[in-house]
């Protein structure tokens, strides 16, 4: 089945029944999860239709202690299963040392998040994100299915917005991330994150709005 047949089929679907098809459709599913203010949404309603559905977290070194301790929180409670995917460390240590996140932060993405994600991806025939199309330009235009480097891409809640993942996750009495009630409505590294709406606090300053894994 084609990518357009695919958006075709999943389009009418809600999010469980898009999850729930897609293990239907593929084997090798990569599920990643940054632990961020919507992450939960996502995944409970992955670990209600499979719970044994591994989940990759990419460790960049440089993610808030908050960020952390919400991560344990998550896999104690719905008793994930995770696996840490790191930078290359004599690469990461390059960055502490140089703070390459002021000179060049798309290198330091490149080198913290994007190369550790490739080396993995090959092992995989779709890859799962938590993208929202309302989050910003870049993500409106993006389907449930997309095509990039050689892999499927598949956003079972992109066309959902943030509201609706706050709401499920109080419904569904999930913790809330820590930062979010200091104003941090998105949280990625903490050099490059302050409080703001929306993604308004990634990168100030700078002309950058994605760190590169979806670009």
């Known amino acids: 089945m084609d990518i357009i047949e695919l958006n075709k089929k999943y389009l009418p679907l809600t999010p469980p029944e898009r999850i729930r098809m897609l293990y239907t459709d593929f084997d090798r599913i990569l599920f990643t999860s940054s632990f961020g203010t919507t992450s939960a949404f996502l995944l409970h309603l992955f670990n209600t239709v499979n719970p044994a559905q ?3 977290f990419l460790d960049t070194t440089y993610h808030f202690n908050e960020t952390h ?8 409670l719905l008793k994930l299963k995770v696996i840490e995917v790191k930078p290359e460390e004599w690469k990461n240590t390059f ?4 703070k390459t996140w002021n000179s060049d932060p798309d290198l330091c993405c490149s ?3 994007v190369e550790p994600l490739d080396k993995i991806k ?3 025939q779709v890859w799962v994100s938590g993208l929202m199309s309302s989050q910003n330009k870049y ?5 449930i299915f997309e095509e990039k480097d050689g892999i ?8 959902l917005s ?6 499920y996750i109080r419904k569904n009495k999930l913790p809330e991330h820590p930062l979010l009630k200091a104003g941090y409505n998105s949280v990625g590294c903490f050099h490059c994150t302050v409080a703001g709406k929306g993604r308004s606090g990634r990168w100030v300053n700078k002309s950058k709005t994605e760190c590169g894994l979806h670009l």
């Open 162 to 167: 943030e509201k609706d993942a706050y709401d």
């Open 122 to 124: 090959p092992g995989f």
């Open 139 to 143: 993500r409106e235009n993006l389907k």
């Open 54 to 56: 591994v989940v990759h």
């Open 95 to 98: 960055t502490q040392q140089d």
């Open 69 to 76: 301790a919400y991560r344990q929180l998550l896999t104690d």
């Open 152 to 159: 499927l891409k598949f956003f079972p809640i992109v066309d």
């Open 111 to 113: 080198i913290n998040k």
